[in-house]
């Protein structure tokens, strides 16, 4: 059973506006999420993150959301750039269980229409 | 400063070869992580190195699999008498510490066996 899941395969957004990716888990034991970008035939390079005691984490184009009672987070990117156009993958680990591992979903692939 | 490297970046072999795939972790990082990523998955964990130590090795699918960190720096991912589930792309990350927080991915080694 997924613990992490990322319902959308693909999102389209045209060049200017928000991107917004959706991802929701089941594990109430995970403490900290992540976002990771990648690129065909690159490792995943880390973008965002966030702690469960927060709701809120911003960073220049990119803020992640995190609404812990209906276990879902949401990454904006605002402006969208074409640039941006990746696969992106959200994660969550247990790390007050002291398990470190990433738990990954299936990822969304970003376009971004100039 | 060099990221997390991984050699081969390819590698094809026939099933019931062994293999072996290296990864060269951030210099001073501490913890290296090994996850396995199938086509139109996310990455999935396999094993997690504190040091020189295994210290979750919960991810590895069965005892074909095994690793290794001596020094507490390189590490190697063992596959033994590969079957053609195994293909798939191999991931290292390391961090600094056990705590949480972004792990730096290598480019990975994409490992096929016919």
């Known amino acids: 059973d997924q613990q992490v899941k990322q319902n959308s395969p693909s999102l389209s957004v045209q060049e200017g506006r928000i991107s917004i990716l959706n991802c929701d888990y089941t594990?109430?034991?995970?403490?900290?999420f992540l976002w990771y970008k990648k690129y065909p035939a690159e490792g995943p390079t880390f973008l965002i993150s966030i702690s469960s005691i927060k709701d809120k984490n911003e960073d220049g184009r990119f803020t992640v959301f995190l609404n812990k009672s209906a276990k879902h987070l949401s990454l904006h990117i605002v402006p969208s750039q074409p640039g941006d156009s990746a696969v992106y993958f959200c994660?969550?680990?247990?790390?007050?269980?002291?398990?470190?591992?990433?738990?990954f979903g299936k990822g969304t692939k970003l376009s971004v229409i100039p | 400063g060099a990221g997390v490297s991984q050699t081969p970046s390819n590698k094809v072999t026939e099933k019931g070869k062994y293999v072996e795939l290296r990864c060269d972790p951030i210099s001073g990082h501490t913890a290296l992580y090994w996850y396995r990523q199938s086509l139109g998955q996310g990455p999935e964990f396999l094993i997690y190195?504190?040091?020189?130590?295994?210290?979750?090795d919960s991810g590895l699918p069965n005892d074909r699999f095994f690793a290794v960190r001596p020094e507490g720096s390189v590490s190697t991912l063992k596959i033994q008498r590969t079957e053609r589930g195994d293909s798939a792309v191999y991931l290292c990350a390391s961090s600094l510490g056990t705590s949480t927080g972004e792990q730096f991915f290598g480019p990975g080694t994409r490992l096929t066996v016919l």
């Open positions: 994660a969550a680990s247990e790390g007050a269980a002291g398990s470190y591992q990433l738990t």
């Open positions: 190195f504190q040091g020189t130590g295994a210290a979750d």
């Open positions: 594990n109430s034991m995970f403490d900290y």
